[in-house]
């Protein structure tokens, strides 16, 4: 039996034995099982700790699936996430949208789940596209368009904080061609609003999360930029080359720093003597230290309520 599972992570794979209606230990071994992940993190941290065929990509893996386990609910993913994928689960089903084929693994209010089921009653649904273009500049610079998707981190809108560092960077960074990488890239509002005033950039857009890589690439071919995505979780293994005239990065803080270290200790094996690494944080003071452990000296220029980390390698 072909089951697919989707918005798991590695610690509910029991709840998906559960739902499953097998022990885990057949469910782990299981044939025809496999996991769909949005970001190449939580797909890796499956294949440490299960034996389940793991795939990452932006949109669901086609193919002929017996049953589909969603797990999903308002602290999993973003409304309109869940919408999108149950929108591809129901193509994937042919609309049979019926147990035993599909399980809605809901974590939250009954109310709620039912509303959601109710999205894809008898009635069939109605196909809808989440995507959103939204505009963003930077001072001297023309009004871009860019798009987003359900799971890209701050869909339909520019961030404050990535708008903060694009506008930093621009400003310091000359018209010479230069290699720039924008770790974390999202849709790459930051590397892209730096192209848009420098077009000589050459750029790098890395993120571990593939709905953010789809729209960074998206957004290249949409703007006519060249640019390379990258689809990783531990930063460019194989280009951390001391090339790089410039590193920017907006890391996520909801693990304390864990990532934000990955993203300096990538800044500062990535830039070339000389070049500079430009951070971003709403708490800049919390942020500095974290920087000069891989830097020795920064400083911190107010943006927005945020604050920029400039550090310069040596
Ligand atoms: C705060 S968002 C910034 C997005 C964009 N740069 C902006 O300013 O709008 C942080 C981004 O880092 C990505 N991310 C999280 N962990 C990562 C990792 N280990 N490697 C690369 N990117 C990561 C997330 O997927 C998300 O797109």
Redesign the pocket.
């Known amino acids: 039996m072909n089951t697919l599972l989707v918005g798991y992570k590695a610690k509910d794979l029991f709840a998906a034995a559960k739902h499953g209606r097998t022990r885990t230990a057949e469910w782990a071994s299981a044939d025809g099982v496999v996991a769909h992940t949005l970001?190449i993190?939580d797909r890796h941290a499956i294949e440490k700790t299960h034996h389940i065929k793991t795939l990452c990509s932006p949109h669901l893996p086609a193919g002929r699936w017996d049953k589909v386990l969603f797990r999903t609910g308002p602290k999993i993913m973003s409304g309109e996430l869940s919408l999108d994928l149950l929108q591809e689960i129901y193509a994937l089903l042919g609309g049979n949208m019926k147990a035993p084929a599909f399980v809605l693994d809901f974590v939250g209010r009954e109310r709620d789940r039912v509303s959601l089921l109710e999205k894809v009653s008898a009635k069939g649904m109605r196909p809808r596209t989440f995507a959103a273009k939204w505009k963003a500049s930077v001072p001297g610079g023309p009004e871009i368009e860019l798009v987003s998707h359900p799971g890209?981190?701050?869909h339909r809108r520019?961030?404050a904080?990535?708008l903060a560092?694009a506008e930093v960077a621009a400003r310091e960074i000359s018209d010479a061609p230069a290699r720039f990488l924008?770790?974390?890239?999202?849709?790459g509002?930051?590397g892209f609003l730096a192209k848009s005033v420098h077009p000589a950039l050459d750029l790098v857009m890395?993120?571990?999360?593939s709905r953010?890589i789809e729209a960074a690439a998206e957004n290249a071919s949409r703007l006519g930029f060249a640019c390379e995505s990258i689809l990783?979780?531990?930063?460019i293994p194989a280009r951390m080359d001391g090339s790089f005239d410039f590193f920017a990065g907006?890391?996520?803080y909801y693990s304390d720093y864990r990532?934000a270290d990955?993203f300096l200790e990538t800044a500062l094996r990535a830039l070339k003597p000389g070049g500079v690494c430009y951070t971003v944080a709403k708490n800049a003071d919390g942020l500095r230290p974290v920087q000069e452990k891989y830097f020795g000296t920064s400083e911190t220029i107010p943006r927005r309520g945020y604050g920029v980390i400039r550090s310069v390698k040596r």
């Open positions: 970001d993190y890209c981190f701050c520019v961030d904080g990535g560092l924008d770790m974390g890239c999202g849709a509002t930051v890395v993120d571990s999360h953010a990783s979780d531990s930063g907006n890391p996520p990532i990955l």
